[in-house]
């Protein structure tokens, strides 16, 4: 097994095709199938069933992809440390909306000057997104919320956040004495999308103490939600550090909810196996200085 079989069976698996895996690599497509037949001869296995032209890994060939994965970007960051005096620091982030909106730029600008021939490329994204491009080794680090104890993640904590759940000014709850969770799920909701942090948090949140909630909207945008709310479309759930400044403004105001508390912390995500080039670690050090 060389690493040029591990590269063409990951480019099969992630295409599910031997004929656009060979055009990808600018390889023929027997040229692929002979590769994929020669890893199963020599394991001795069924890397993946073919049914009606399609592939389909077998559970055998999700370990490898796993493997495979983690090897070739092993072996990647060998050569690029390797290489380091002499190219450019390359870094891939992954970043969830609180960090890529608020502290991402900050943590760059600082990295720029450590290493201002850098090369970094950013995505923003909600955390379901984000991990799974982790685990695929899309990405060299995240910079996400807590995750619950994921087994092939390292999470480095860094920074304490917070939800809230802001109105305009004027809005009619502000005149009770006392805001209850059961009030906030009797109101118009205006929610980021499933699979966020924030929404998932605060979906939990009020799940824990009795309350199904039904958004009146839906957005991928905290700014579409933040200007819904600012017209009095209804009340909106959203990390603290995207609101500040329109709580400081007097345009939005935050609603006090008794007994819902919607603390967490951001984290520097990434696999448990990752090689960690200089790059990496010079990141990670700025986060936690930041």
Avoid at 226 to 255: H, R
Wanted: net charge neutral; with cysteine; hydrophobic share 40%.
């Amino acid at each position: 097994m060389t690493i040029r079989h591990l590269k063409i069976f990951v480019t099969v698996y992630d295409e599910r095709s031997m004929t656009v895996a060979g055009r990808k690599l600018f390889i023929s497509q027997p040229t692929v199938s002979q590769a994929i037949h020669e890893l199963e001869s020599m394991y001795k296995v069924v890397l993946f069933e073919r049914l009606s032209r399609k592939l389909y890994p077998t559970s055998t060939g999700e370990k490898l992809y796993q493997y495979a994965n983690h090897i070739i970007k092993l072996i990647d960051g060998m050569e690029e440390s390797l290489r380091e005096d002499s190219i450019k620091k390359k870094l891939f982030i992954g970043a969830n909306y609180t960090a890529g909106t608020v502290l991402i730029n900050t943590c760059i600008e600082q990295f720029k000057i450590l290493n201002p021939s850098s090369e970094i490329k950013v995505v923003v994204n909600k955390s379901s997104v984000i991990t799974n491009m982790l685990r695929k080794n899309e990405l060299d680090l995240a910079v996400i919320e807590e995750l619950d104890n994921p087994s092939d993640l390292i999470q480095d904590i860094f920074y304490d956040d917070k939800i809230v759940i802001v109105a305009d000014p004027e809005y009619h709850l502000f005149e009770k004495k006392v805001i209850t969770a059961n009030d906030i799920a009797n109101e118009p909701l205006l929610l980021r999308e499933k699979g966020t942090g924030v929404r998932d948090l605060f979906e939990s949140k009020m799940s824990q103490l009795g309350l199904f909630i039904s958004p009146y909207w839906e957005s991928t945008s905290a700014v579409a939600l933040i200007n819904a709310t600012k017209n009095k479309f209804g009340i909106t759930v959203l990390p603290f550090q995207i609101v500040k400044e329109y709580i400081a403004s007097g345009e939005l105001k935050e609603l006090k909810v008794e007994g819902l508390e919607q603390n967490r912390k951001l984290a520097i995500v990434y696999h448990k196996n990752k090689f960690f080039t200089d790059a990496i670690q010079d990141f990670i050090r700025i986060c936690h200085q930041i």
